[in-house]
């Protein structure tokens, strides 16, 4: 009880310290421009979990049941739920301070070299000081609003132009048990805004687009060749054109467009919605401000198990030891927490999501969406990284791959997790690859989805 | 000129295949090391069950005919032929002959069964994908279905010397023992499809064997395929590649499945080409024909007085191919498609067939009767001069030259006789006319044609009589080529209202010149005529409260200008015990559908309905259960009435009239 009264008291005086501005805040970008690393950029009580609980949580140490109430104020909601109550545990890295460690290489060059020149034009869409759509990066590296930070989010999820993430997806039921268990190749590209891929910034027959973006289910056997493909417009007030091929039908379907708050697959918790914390159009939800900024432990490196030939990690907690990825957290020093609201959907079961940003790379680290209550209704958590583990690595051309590598979603209302990992590739010969030209025939067409959906 | 472009599109496959075969070698192809490793194998194994909820049973069937249990009287008449009277109105089958009546109840000669069971079958499918090259993949996949059989099954053994013979004509395997659940064969006793292993439990095909080459927005797959090109429930309006395949559980599965298990694979060479959102998918292929349930399985279609000869080899059509376009595209909330199809249809049509099957004519009737015919003239043309001469030597080889062979197990009574040519969309009286024409031996024989119901029921019974029971009727099914041609157009409606938004309107019109259809006469002349098949298809996703998704609804019309759902000319329709078929103009459908996953996904309410707007209704309500762990189940119930109002046979539904069910099915993928 004491150890609470405590924690409580430096979590209001930490918080007092960020919201009087205190913190880096917009000072932040300037000096991790000029410099490429945030060292000194920040005081070392959020640097460094050691200084943070005075030495009670060390790094490279574990974060459990018995110690988690020290940074129960660093944690998204779930995620101290999982630790203290579910039997979840988390590996404290190091800080992770350079700026290129926290995105793909071209990525974070494009932002860098196109800071400044981005604007919203009059339908409020992210354009180039041209007028033209945008050229690559994160538009607002300095970002001052919530807007800001959706609009950079929503223009690149993956942060690379093109990408096939091979997905294993298990759904753990209350219990412990994993009773639907999924493998999937999710598919982005982008025809503008791109970094690598030629011809760019633009693809000139789709420069009205923003990104097609495909999910395949390519296992079990009953939902296989289950796929969706959108094609988003790059006006953030339209909807994305959806097209869903069932095995039962055999055949490719149109979908209504405004239907993004459904599972895909059974026993899932994952919506279209959910995706990248900005799975829908920018402008189909509104209401964007930012509600507080603060530290947080969260997974921005070392989630790739670099130990498993096919990437996949550990599993432990929950009732029957497999509920959780084996997971790692570092200290950020700044998240920017903003919250949004759906506007454009009837009898959406979300009625406002609250998003955590890195203040760094502006990359989502937390979700939690809230039903129509207001009450908690999913929660979100994951990892990102560089692909290099020691002398091991896996590159995206000269440099090593950066990206997500594991995701948990919790449903407050089911206790359902279904957790999803980024692994080198699954059955049929799908591979985890980036900037490949190939994937938007391969994956983003309504013909790709009828030739891999059930022959 | 057909035949030119066919001959050209059959070397088209060949060559298609050799490229799909040979332009791997332009590829980076994978090491063995990695093809195994990328390799996926799934299976599934499912049990089906349904059982019957009402008291009826397939009229079709032999021990479940309409007549078992109805007492009939049989009275007998002067063959105006015979006693050498005139033909004409008066003397026309009126006299009747006393001594040789009878009462007879079917059930009495062929022996009754009553199931519970509708369908009953364990199945699995396992697929394989290997994966050659980027570009290159092989996927193979095979469905095996066994059947345990429990149903109370009628056996043809138990007719063995019933009329002399029993029944000896059709193909045994099909003919002469318990029914074949299974096995399609042609006359020759060939397997319809050129991979599929079959007997009379069990079925085991390959309704994916295929090559695929993708290069660009092409894709080339050749091999054993099925080609789906349906937009709608229970309709087909553009789904033109594929026949359906009524040998498990017909249409009754899951509705929103389409005809997804249905379709017949065919052996093909299909390419996809997609330019931006420009589809163009064509196909050329080996035409495979509908494949109708076999006599006295549960689904059985066909009255089993019939005996069928497919003529699929022996005709050679199973040379034949068939080829088809389909072009897409969409512009906004537009789209349109376009689709030419040259094909043999794949349902064909019947006609009256020469059974070459020598029974005679028994009891004492049939006595009298072959003695008359001995008496007359031989070697004379006994068509023109019926009561003086005879053609054959005696009647059972005069009627072997006709589709009329006198076998237990056939057509009892005249009112027999008309009530299934209503129930198969014939027209009885002319259909035994039209016999009587094309097969002119039966003259010899001293039937002749009728002039009215009354009459021919009367001349019915007598020859019934004189068979010493009854008369099965030979009939062959054979294919016509025929071009059809497609016009669709969709639009996806934007309003602020929620109900009139997102509405996906689908319209889909088909037009095939000089379509052959089944002749309601069983003429071996078929029906030709320009049809006109027109759907509109209306869909729309739904969330009703924020605790569920979104519910999938659907409301379809079709409008069909010459035949039914299931392809029968709408001129057989209408037609009754006592009324010859008037036929009806055209014909509505109108298909309701809905589709509410519950949270989670893990269970699935699903409702579908058909309605004839003539008096039929088929609903069907289903619940989805995603077990989870791999295992599903879907428990449905099909109500089926075909009577809901006016004449019964002026609705395709009355068909089906007895397939009221409750159905599960139970999964397992691993």
Same mark, same amino acid.
């Given at each position: 009880?004491?150890?609470?009264?405590l924690?409580?008291?430096?979590?209001?005086?930490?918080?007092?310290?960020?919201?009087?501005?205190?913190?880096?805040?917009?000072?932040?970008?300037?000096?991790?421009?000029?410099?490429?690393?945030?060292?000194?950029?920040?005081?070392?009580?959020v640097?460094s979990?050691d200084?943070?609980?005075?030495?009670?949580?060390?790094?490279?140490?574990?974060?459990?049941?018995?110690?988690?109430?020290?940074?129960?104020?660093?944690?998204?909601?779930?995620?101290?739920?999982?630790?203290?109550?579910?039997?979840?545990?988390?590996?404290?890295?190091?800080?992770?301070?350079?700026?290129?460690?926290l995105?793909?290489?071209?990525?974070?060059?494009?932002?860098?070299s196109?800071?400044?020149?981005?604007?919203?034009?009059?339908?409020?869409?992210?354009?180039?000081?041209?007028?033209?759509p945008?050229?690559?990066?994160?538009?607002?590296?300095?970002?001052?609003?919530?807007?800001?930070?959706?609009?950079?989010?929503?223009?690149?999820?993956?942060?690379?132009?093109?990408?096939?993430?091979a997905?294993?997806?298990?759904?753990?039921?209350?219990?412990?048990?994993?009773?639907?268990?999924?493998?999937?190749?999710?598919?982005?590209?982008?025809?503008?805004?791109?970094?690598?891929?030629?011809?760019?910034p633009?693809?000139?027959?789709?420069?009205?687009?923003?990104r097609?973006?495909?999910?395949?289910?390519?296992?079990?056997?009953?939902?296989?060749?289950?796929?969706?493909?959108?094609?988003?417009?790059?006006?953030?007030?339209?909807?994305?054109?959806?097209?869903g091929?069932?095995?039962?039908?055999?055949?490719?379907?149109?979908?209504?467009?405004?239907?993004?708050?459904?599972?895909?697959?059974?026993?899932s918790?994952?919506?279209?919605?959910?995706?990248?914390?900005?799975?829908?159009?920018?402008?189909?939800?509104?209401?964007?401000?930012?509600?507080?900024?603060?530290?947080?432990?969260?997974?921005?490196s070392?989630?790739?198990?670099?130990?498993?030939?096919?990437?996949?990690?550990?599993?432990?907690?929950?009732?029957?030891?497999?509920?959780?990825?084996?997971?790692?957290?570092?200290?950020?020093?700044?998240?920017?927490?903003?919250?949004?609201?759906?506007?454009?959907?009837?009898?959406?079961?979300?009625?406002?999501?609250?998003?955590?940003?890195d203040?760094?790379?502006?990359?989502?680290?937390?979700?939690?969406?809230?039903?129509?209550?207001?009450?908690?209704?999913?929660?979100?958590?994951?990892?990102?990284?560089?692909?290099?583990d020691?002398?091991?690595?896996?590159?995206?051309?000269?440099?090593?791959?950066?990206?997500?590598?594991?995701?948990?979603?919790?449903?407050?209302?089911?206790?359902?997790?279904?957790?999803?990992?980024?692994?080198?590739?699954?059955?049929?010969?799908?591979?985890?690859?980036v900037?490949?030209?190939?994937?938007?025939?391969?994956?983003?067409t309504?013909?790709?989805?009828?030739?891999?959906?059930?022959? | 000129?057909?035949?030119?472009?066919?001959?050209r599109?059959?070397?088209?496959?060949?060559?298609?295949?050799?490229?799909?075969?040979?332009?791997?070698?332009?590829?980076?192809?994978?090491?063995?090391?990695?093809?195994?490793?990328?390799a996926?194998?799934?299976?599934?194994?499912?049990?089906?069950?349904a059982?019957?909820?009402?008291s009826?049973?397939?009229?079709?069937?032999?021990?479940?005919?309409?007549?078992?249990?109805?007492?009939?009287?049989?009275?007998?008449?002067?063959?105006?032929?015979l006693?050498?009277l005139?033909?004409?109105?008066?003397?026309?089958?009126?006299?009747?002959?006393?001594?040789?009546?009878?009462?007879?109840?079917r059930?009495?000669?062929?022996?009754?069964?009553?199931?519970?069971?509708?369908?009953?079958?364990?199945?699995?499918?396992?697929?394989?994908?290997?994966?050659?090259?980027?570009?290159?993949?092989?996927?193979?996949?095979?469905?095996?279905?066994?059947?345990?059989?429990?149903?109370?099954?009628?056996?043809?053994?138990?007719?063995?010397?019933?009329?002399?013979?029993?029944?000896?004509?059709?193909?045994?395997?099909?003919?002469?023992?318990?029914?074949?659940?299974?096995?399609?064969?042609?006359?020759?006793?060939?397997?319809?499809?050129?991979?599929e292993l079959?007997?009379?439990?069990?079925?085991?095909?390959?309704?994916?064997?295929?090559m695929?080459?993708?290069?660009?927005?092409?894709?080339?797959?050749?091999?054993?395929?099925?080609?789906?090109?349906g937009?709608?429930?229970?309709?087909?309006?553009?789904?033109l590649?594929?026949?359906?395949?009524?040998?498990?559980h017909?249409i009754?599965?899951?509705?929103?499945?389409?005809?997804?298990?249905?379709?017949v694979?065919?052996?093909?060479?299909?390419?996809t080409?997609?330019?931006?959102?420009?589809?163009?998918?064509?196909?050329?292929?080996?035409?495979?024909?509908?494949?109708?349930?076999?006599?006295?399985?549960?689904?059985?279609?066909?009255?089993?007085?019939?005996?069928?000869?497919?003529?699929?080899?022996?005709?050679?059509?199973?040379s034949?191919?068939?080829?088809?376009?389909?072009i897409?595209?969409?512009?906004?909330?537009?789209?349109?498609?376009?689709?030419?199809?040259?094909?043999?249809?794949?349902?064909?049509?019947?006609?009256?067939?020469?059974?070459?099957?020598?029974?005679?004519?028994?009891?004492g009737?049939?006595?009298?009767?072959?003695?008359?015919?001995?008496?007359?003239l031989?070697?004379?043309?006994?068509?023109?001069?019926?009561?003086?001469c005879?053609?054959s030597?005696?009647?059972?080889?005069?009627?072997?030259?006709?589709?009329f062979?006198?076998?237990?197990?056939?057509?009892?009574?005249?009112? %027999?006789?008309?009530?299934? !040519?209503?129930? #198969?969309?014939?027209?009885? *009286? @002319?259909?035994f006319?039209?016999?009587? $024409?094309? =097969?002119?031996?039966?003259?010899?024989?001293?039937?002749?044609?009728?002039?009215?119901?009354?009459?021919?029921?009367?001349?019915?019974?007598?020859?019934?009589?004189?068979?010493?029971?009854?008369?099965?009727?030979?009939?062959?099914?054979?294919?016509?080529?025929?071009?059809?041609?497609?016009?669709?157009?969709?639009?996806?409606? %934007?309003?602020?209202?929620? !109900?009139?938004? #997102?509405?996906?309107?689908? *319209? @889909?019109?088909?037009?095939?010149?000089? $379509?052959? =259809?089944?002749?309601?006469?069983?003429?071996?002349?078929?029906?030709?005529?320009?049809?006109?098949?027109a759907?509109?298809?209306?869909?729309?996703?739904?969330?009703?409260t924020?605790?569920?998704?979104?519910?999938y609804?659907?409301?379809?019309?079709?409008?069909?200008?010459?035949s039914?759902?299931?392809?029968?000319?709408?001129?057989?329709?209408?037609g009754?015990?006592?009324?010859?078929?008037?036929?009806i103009?055209?014909?509505?459908?109108?298909?309701?559908?809905?589709?509410?996953?519950?949270?989670?996904?893990?269970?699935?309410?699903?409702?579908?309905?058909?309605?004839?707007?003539?008096?039929?209704?088929?609903?069907?309500?289903?619940?989805?259960?995603?077990?989870?762990?791999?295992?599903?189940?879907?428990?449905?119930?099909?109500?089926?009435?075909?009577?809901?109002?006016?004449?019964?046979?002026?609705?395709?539904?009355?068909?089906?009239?007895?397939?009221?069910?409750?159905?599960?099915?139970?999964?397992?993928?691993?």
């Open positions: 009880m004491l150890m609470r009264k924690t409580r008291r430096r979590f209001l005086k930490r918080s007092a310290y960020w919201l009087t501005g205190a913190a880096a805040g917009s000072a932040l970008w300037p000096a991790l421009a000029e410099r490429g690393d945030i060292a000194g950029l920040y005081p070392d009580e640097m979990i200084d943070y609980t005075h030495g009670r949580i060390a790094t490279g140490g574990i974060i459990d049941a018995g110690n988690v109430e020290h940074v129960k104020a660093l944690l998204a909601p779930a995620t101290y739920i999982q630790v203290r109550d579910m039997g979840r545990r988390l590996t404290v890295r190091p800080t992770t301070t350079e700026y290129m460690a995105g793909p290489w071209e990525y974070q060059q494009a932002t860098l196109h800071q400044g020149q981005a604007r919203f034009d009059a339908r409020q869409n992210v354009v180039a000081s041209d007028g033209r945008w050229i690559g990066g994160h538009p607002f590296p300095n970002a001052t609003t919530a807007l800001e930070l959706f609009a950079g989010l929503t223009l690149s999820w993956g942060r690379h132009d093109a990408s096939v993430f997905v294993k997806e298990h759904n753990v039921a209350r219990s412990g048990e994993v009773d639907y268990a999924y493998e999937w190749v999710w598919a982005e590209l982008a025809p503008v805004a791109r970094c690598v891929m030629e011809p760019r633009y693809w000139q027959a789709h420069i009205d687009k923003l097609f973006n495909a999910v395949i289910i390519t296992a079990p056997a009953t939902e296989a060749g289950t796929s969706y493909v959108n094609i988003w417009p790059y006006d953030q007030h339209r909807f994305p054109e959806l097209y091929y069932i095995p039962d039908f055999r055949r490719v379907r149109q979908y209504p467009t405004n239907q993004r708050f459904e599972p895909l697959v059974p026993g918790t994952l919506y279209l919605s959910d995706a990248w914390a900005a799975g829908d159009p920018l402008h189909t939800w509104g209401n964007y401000r930012i509600v507080g900024r603060q530290p947080m432990l969260a997974g921005i070392g989630g790739w198990n670099a130990s498993h030939p096919n990437w996949e990690h550990g599993v432990h907690g929950g009732p029957k030891g497999e509920t959780f990825f084996d997971s790692v957290v570092e200290m950020v020093p700044e998240a920017i927490v903003a919250e949004a609201e759906p506007i454009a959907f009837e009898r959406a079961p979300v009625s406002k999501k609250r998003v955590w940003f203040a760094r790379n502006l990359m989502p680290i937390a979700m939690v969406t809230y039903d129509r209550q207001g009450k908690p209704f999913k929660s979100f958590d994951g990892c990102y990284g560089l692909y290099e020691g002398d091991q690595r896996f590159l995206d051309g000269q440099h090593p791959y950066w990206s997500w590598t594991y995701v948990h979603a919790f449903d407050f209302h089911s206790g359902r997790i279904t957790r999803m990992e980024q692994v080198r590739g699954i059955d049929g010969g799908h591979r985890t690859r900037h490949d030209p190939a994937i938007y025939e391969e994956y983003l309504r013909g790709a989805i009828m030739r891999l959906g059930r022959v | 000129m057909t035949k030119t472009i066919f001959s599109a059959s070397r088209a496959v060949v060559f298609t295949l050799a490229v799909v075969g040979v332009l791997p070698t332009a590829q980076a192809m994978y090491s063995l090391e990695r093809i195994w490793n990328d996926t194998f799934s299976t599934f194994v499912r049990l089906d069950a059982a019957s909820t009402t009826k049973e397939n009229p079709n069937n032999q021990g479940t005919n309409r007549f078992q249990d109805i007492a009939v009287d049989r009275q007998t008449f002067v063959p105006p032929t006693a050498g005139p033909v004409n109105d008066n003397n026309n089958w009126a006299l009747p002959l006393p001594l040789f009546s009878d009462t007879l109840r059930g009495d000669l062929v022996p009754s069964t009553n199931d519970n069971w509708n369908y009953l079958a364990l199945r699995g499918e396992s697929e394989m994908q290997l994966r050659f090259s980027r570009s290159l993949r092989f996927v193979g996949r095979v469905r095996g279905i066994y059947d345990p059989t429990v149903y109370d099954e009628f056996d043809a053994r138990s007719l063995d010397g019933l009329q002399g013979t029993g029944i000896i004509g059709g193909d045994p395997a099909l003919y002469h023992g318990p029914p074949n659940y299974f096995e399609a064969r042609g006359r020759n006793g060939r397997s319809l499809n050129p991979l079959a007997g009379r439990d069990y079925m085991i095909d390959a309704p994916a064997l295929l695929e080459y993708r290069s660009g927005g092409l894709t080339l797959r050749g091999g054993n395929q099925q080609i789906a090109w937009q709608a429930i229970f309709f087909q309006t553009l789904d590649p594929n026949g359906l395949d009524f040998r498990r017909l009754l599965d899951r509705a929103f499945e389409e005809f997804s298990d249905k379709r694979p065919k052996l093909s060479v299909r390419a080409y997609q330019k931006g959102t420009f589809v163009a998918d064509s196909y050329v292929g080996k035409f495979q024909p509908t494949v109708l349930s076999n006599p006295n399985t549960p689904f059985n279609i066909i009255p089993s007085q019939f005996t069928v000869y497919e003529n699929y080899f022996s005709g050679d059509y199973d034949k191919i068939d080829g088809g376009l389909r897409k595209s969409d512009y906004g909330s537009w789209g349109w498609q376009a689709v030419y199809v040259s094909r043999y249809n794949p349902l064909g049509t019947f006609s009256w067939a020469r059974s070459g099957v020598n029974s005679p004519l028994t009891g009737l049939g006595s009298t009767a072959n003695l008359a015919y001995a008496v007359k031989p070697i004379c043309d006994g068509t023109e001069s019926p009561t003086l005879r053609n030597a005696d009647p059972g080889e005069a009627l072997s030259k006709t589709p062979v006198p076998e237990p197990g056939g057509v009892y009574t005249g009112r %027999e006789w008309f009530e299934y !040519a209503a129930d #198969a969309r014939l027209n009885g *009286l @002319e259909g006319n039209q016999a009587v $024409r094309e =097969f002119p031996d039966l003259k010899d024989v001293y039937v002749t044609e009728a002039n009215s119901v009354e009459e021919l029921k009367n001349q019915l019974d007598t020859l019934m009589v004189a068979a010493g029971g009854s008369y099965r009727g030979y009939i062959e099914r054979d294919y016509h080529r025929e071009n059809v041609f497609g016009l669709g157009a969709s639009y996806v409606t %934007e309003s602020s209202i929620d !109900a009139l938004n #997102a509405i996906i309107f689908n *319209l @889909e019109v088909q037009y095939t010149p000089k $379509r052959k =259809f089944i002749n309601p006469t069983l003429s071996s002349t078929p029906l030709q005529s320009d049809e006109w098949i759907s509109l298809v209306m869909e729309k996703w739904t969330r009703w924020a605790a569920f998704p979104a519910a609804l659907v409301g379809q019309y079709q409008f069909r200008s010459e039914d759902l299931v392809g029968r000319h709408l001129s057989g329709y209408g009754s015990q006592d009324k010859v078929a008037d036929g103009d055209n014909a509505h459908y109108v298909v309701l559908a809905a589709l509410q996953p519950f949270p989670g996904r893990k269970y699935v309410f699903e409702f579908a309905t058909l309605y004839d707007v003539k008096g039929g209704i088929l609903v069907q309500p289903l619940l989805q259960w995603n077990i989870g762990s791999g295992f599903g189940a879907e428990v449905f119930y099909n109500y089926v009435n075909g009577n809901l109002y006016g004449d019964r046979t002026d609705n395709v539904i009355s068909s089906i009239n007895w397939a009221d069910e409750v159905a599960i099915r139970l999964r397992y993928a691993f």
